[in-house]
C-alpha cells in the first residue's frame, strides 16, 4: 500500500503545474493534501479511479486539507472536534479496515511566534491527545505538513533559525513529546543523515541549493512498524514550495 502527503500551497495553482500527471503516474492508494486554499465544489481533479474528501477553511482560499483514496473509507472525520482548531480545515481522518489515516495541516507559528503558544500548548497538545485516542481502537498512520524540523539535520541552517517559526525550542519539544508518545518518524527509521528535506523558500534560488527544511512527515503507531516497507522524499516533484512524501506498506 503507497500512501502520499503533500503540501500542495493551493490545489489549484498546483493542477497548472502538472499536479494531475503526478497523479496519474504516482497512482497511491492514499494521496493526503494540505493548503489546498479551496472549497469543495471550487475545483476538478481530472483523474480518474479516486474518492476525493475535503476540509475546506471557513476563511476561502485559506489552508484546507483533502484526502484521495482509491478505496473508500470506512469512515471519515473533519476535525478534531474543537472549535477553536476545526474552523481552518487542518485535520482529516479515514478510517480504513486495519488502521486509521489523519492528513494534519499543523499552524504555522507565524513571523515574530505570534501564533507559537497557541499551536504549542492547544493545537499540538489537543493533537497528541487526538492521535492516542484513536490509536486505542486501531493503528494510526499520521502525515502532513507539521510546520517544524525537529532536529539540527532536519534543515540547513539550524544556528540562524533557532528563534524563527519552525525551529524554536517550543515546537522541537513539542513535535518531540508526539513522538515519546509512541510515534514513528517513518524516514528516519531508513534514512539518519542530513540533507534531505521537504519544503524550500522561493527566495535565494533555495531549492536548487538544496538550502530547505523537512518539515512534512509520516508518523506511524508502533503496531504498523512491521507493515513499514519504505519512507522517502520526492524532492524531484515540483509544483509546490514543498515536495511529496511517502511510505509503503505491506
Known sequence: MRLLSWNVNGLRAALKKG???????????VLALQEIKAGTAEIEIPVDGYHIHWNAAEKPGYSGT??????EPLSVTRGMGIDEHDREGRLIAAEFDDFYLVDVYVPNAQRGLARLDYRTRRWDRDLRAYLKDLAK???????GDFNVAHTEIDLANPKSNVKNAGFTPEERE??????????????????TDGGHYTWWTYRSNAR???????ID???ISPALRPRLKNAFILPEIHGSDHCPVGI???
Open 217 to 219: 512527515y509520516f508518523l
Open 248 to 250: 509503503e506498506l505491506q
Open 174 to 191: 513539542s513535535f518531540g513529546d508526539l513522538l515519546n508518545s509512541g510515534f514513528i518518524d517513518t524516514f528516519r527509521e531508513f534514512e
Open 137 to 143: 481502537k486501531k493503528p494510526v498512520a499520521v502525515c
Open 208 to 214: 536548487v541549493r538544496n538550502i530547505g527544511w523537512r
Open 66 to 71: 483533502a484526502l484521495l483514496t482509491r478505496a
Open 19 to 29: 499536479f494531475a500527471d503526478f497523479l496519474a503516474r504516482e497512482r497511491p492508494d
